[in-house]
């Protein structure tokens, strides 16, 4: 938009060769005022080239706020993908060790039944509880992936499916 300040005028055509302007920029006196009239053009505009400026100068600074809004953007979905990333490892940890403590549990109701310390109604709760502990379990690994698979789209990796 500044290069509108100045007047232009093309020296040589297509492959080297003269430009046909340039051969009839100073002959007959139509021409000579013609070309004193395009070099005047940027300066009689009536601020033409100026508000021009202004406006790409305003689409400038509109792109460097677009820009910056992105990268900041992505920054954000990376850092929460590592925080949700973090959470589920802890959450994962948490289930393992509480599905442990639940099949240890399980194992000793059935040993108290089989000596006749306790009623099997003692066992089928410590399945129950097992089970959902497992099934607890599997949920915070599918959680974990998923927030795997979200820290590496964040960081800008793909996703293709694996051919067979």
């Known amino acids: 938009a500044k290069a509108a300040y100045f007047p232009s005028i093309n020296l040589t055509g297509a492959l ?10 100073f ?8 070309f004193a009239g395009n070099l005047a053009a940027p300066i009689f505009n009536f601020g033409a080239t100026g508000y021009n400026v ?7 600074k509109q792109a460097l706020a677009q820009y910056q809004k992105t990268v ?3 920054f954000k979905d990376a ?16 289930q393992t060790t ?3 403590a639940l099949n240890r ?14 009623s099997y109604l003692d066992v089928l709760d410590a399945q129950r509880n097992s089970f959902q502990a497992e099934l607890n379990l599997v949920n915070a690994k599918l959680d974990k992936l998923n927030t795997t698979i979200g820290v590496y789209k964040a960081l800008g990796g793909g996703w293709e499916a694996e051919k067979q």
């Open 27 to 34: 002959t007959g006196p139509t021409r000579t005022w013609s």
């Open 98 to 100: 509480q599905a442990t």
């Open 54 to 60: 202004d406006a790409a100068t305003a689409g400038q």
């Open 72 to 74: 900041q953007s992505a």
């Open 105 to 118: 549990t399980l194992k000793l109701a059935g040993l108290r039944y089989d000596n006749g310390y306790a």
């Open 79 to 94: 850092l929460d993908s590592l925080a949700a990333n973090s959470a589920s490892r802890d959450i994962l940890q948490a």
């Open 16 to 25: 080297g060769s003269q430009s046909l302007s340039l051969d009839s920029l």
